[in-house]
């Protein structure tokens, strides 16, 4: 995961004079962040099915 890079650009964005081009670079790091926030909502989404289908088998449902 470029998690390094990510946090260099998020650094660069908050030493930027011109909030036009912060703003365009928050967008673009953003977009490019976004694959890794839906894996893991993903991830997440699945585990809380599992979590549940446990709950219920131990409750006898």
Do not use: C
């Not at 365009?24 to 099915?49: C, K, P, V, W």
């Amino acid at each position: 995961m470029p998690i390094v890079k990510w946090r260099q650009k998020a650094n660069l964005i908050g030493k930027e004079t011109n909030w036009l081009r912060a703003a365009a670079a928050h967008d673009d790091l953003n977009r490019q962040m976004d694959y890794l926030d839906d894996a893991i909502t993903e991830a997440l989404s699945d585990f809380d099915g599992w979590a549940q289908q446990q709950i219920d088998r131990a409750r006898g449902k």
